[in-house]
Antibody, heavy 119, light 108 residues
Framework: QITLKESGPTLVKPTQTLTLTCTFS??????????VGWIRQSPGKALEWLAL???????RYSPSLKSRLTITKDTSKNQVGLTLTNVDPVDTATYYC???????????WGQGTLVTVSS | SYVLTQPPSVSVAPGQTARFTCGGH??????VHWYQQKPGQAPMLVVH???DRPSGIPERFAGSNSGTTATLTISRVEAGDEADYYC???????????FGGGTKLTVL
């Protein structure tokens, strides 16, 4: 059974760096074809893909946020991290961790974590 | 970049058919995936690769894709189908995943 769970701060001040962790189970990020991605959703808005890391450490980023995002993986801990620098209130959103396997869709999602950016 | 366009809302009575469109340049050449998101919940995959349903998704959910429009069709709509529906593609040109703006289904 595949599960993913996001963790991190619920409140971040503007200009600070947001660091989120996705802890997963039921699969290994060392298995060929596996990827873990981050997707966010601002309140009342649509889904926005942010970043994804593959089993071979190939990293993909949203072009509009690439300069501010870093995705990392720790295969031994079954974790994927996401950092977003210089946050702004527009970065207030629910951040979801997702799984993909040898495909271009996301078949498992975490419950999401709401992050508010406010002074 | 690549843009997917979805109408903001669809309303149908119970038992009727709901259709959700997803438009994009030459979308017929891409594979389209659909997600259902109920209030307060994470999205859930309901159709992948244009027409395939994950295990557990009822046959009432059907996808199609041709030309400039992909469509998700829900037959015999139930009150429990009320949710937001998002289409998604992988854009090989920029190596990115793209979501549509979502369509809210209201069951009258």
């Amino acid at each position: 059974q595949i599960t993913l769970k996001e963790s991190g701060p619920t409140l971040v001040k503007p200009t600070q760096t947001l660091t989120l962790t996705c802890t997963f189970s039921g699969f290994s990020l060392s298995t060929s074809g596996v990827g873990v991605g981050w997707i966010r959703q601002s309140p009342g808005k649509a889904l926005e893909w942010l970043a994804l890391v593959y089993w071979d450490d190939d990293q993909r980023y949203s072009p509009s946020l690439k300069s501010r995002l870093t995705i990392t993986k720790d295969t031994s801990k079954n974790q994927v991290g996401l950092t977003l620098t210089n946050v702004d209130p527009v970065d207030t959103a629910t951040y979801y961790c997702t799984h993909t396997y040898s495909s271009n869709y996301f078949d498992y999602w975490g419950q999401g974590t709401l992050v508010t950016v406010s002074s | 970049s690549y843009v997917l366009t979805q109408p903001p809302s669809v309303s149908v009575a119970p038992g009727q058919t709901a259709r959700f469109t997803c438009g994009g340049h030459n979308i017929g050449s891409k594979t389209v995936h659909w997600y259902q998101q109920k209030p307060g919940q994470a999205p859930m995959l309901v159709v992948h690769d244009d027409t395939d349903r994950p295990s557990g998704i009822p046959e009432r959910f059907a996808g199609s894709n041709s030309g400039t429009t992909a469509t998700l069709t829900i037959s015999r709509v139930e009150a429990g189908d009320e949710a937001d529906y998002y289409c998604q593609v992988w854009h090989s040109g920029d190596l990115i995943w793209v979501f549509g703006g979502g369509t809210k289904l209201t069951v009258l």
